[in-house]
């Protein structure tokens, strides 16, 4: 007997997610290492152990799979940002300067591909672009929280200072896929505690 009608539409919802997420998998090693537009739907599938039908129903699009891809890697991104606000309480200046050694950190891995987010803003331009906006919204995000943090330090200028730690960010990030550990990265702590340091008063 195949079961009930019930029965059937359990199945179906339960082998649909096991479906998406080996495709999610898939695309998040391939996006990361390759590239979003480098990477086409036959080798997602092909890596997967899907069909293109199956893709298509727990995607719309491949842009849509993209953004999901992002949202995915953003969860870690704001889980690392976390751990370090964590470590601190009540104090920003190290939480900052922790976060930053966790990202020097990061670049020294030999499978380092810079941010993915910022990568995914560099890959499309297109103001409408599902990825675009997941990454912009993680960018302006990031810059909103360190104002907040330079803010609770009594910075002389909180956007200023939170300016300055968000394009050290961004530039460690592009320094780390050309040096990795033997560069920029070991100083990324040191620079935006010097950063901090010549914002704040006293």
Same mark, same amino acid.
């Given at each position: 007997?195949? $079961?009930? *009608? ?10 649909? &997610? ?8 898939? %695309? ?11 990477? @086409? ?26 953004? %999901? ?20 309480? @009540? ?22 591909? @810079? ?11 297109? *103001? ?29 200028? &909180? ?11 961004? $530039?460690?990030?592009?320094? $780390? ?6 560069? *920029? ?6 620079? %935006? ?10």
């Amino acid at each position: 007997m195949s $079961g009930t *009608p019930d029965q059937a539409a359990e199945k179906r919802g339960a082998t649909k &997610p096991r479906a998406a997420e080996r495709i999610l998998d898939a %695309a998040r090693s391939l996006f990361y290492r390759e590239g979003i537009r480098a990477v @086409g739907v036959d080798e997602i599938v092909e890596r997967a152990g899907v069909t293109k039908p199956s893709l298509y129903r727990s995607f719309p699009s491949k842009d849509e799979l993209a953004a %999901a891809y992002l949202r995915d890697y953003e969860d870690g991104f704001w889980h690392r940002f976390q751990a370090a606000v964590d470590a601190h309480p @009540g104090d920003p200046r190290a939480q900052i300067v922790d976060y930053f050694g966790r990202v020097g950190g990061r670049q020294a891995e030999t499978d380092y591909r @810079g941010c993915a987010l910022t990568n995914a803003a560099v890959e499309f331009p297109e *103001p409408d672009s599902p990825a675009r906006a997941v990454s912009e919204a993680n960018k302006r995000e990031l810059r909103r929280r360190l104002e907040a943090m330079a803010t609770d330090m009594r910075a002389r200028d &909180p956007a200023e200072l939170a300016d300055g730690l968000l394009m050290l960010f961004e $530039g460690a990030n592009a320094a $780390g896929q050309i040096f990795r550990s033997d560069g *920029p990265a070991r100083s990324l702590a040191a620079i %935006a505690d010097r950063l901090i340091a010549a914002s704040i008063d006293g």
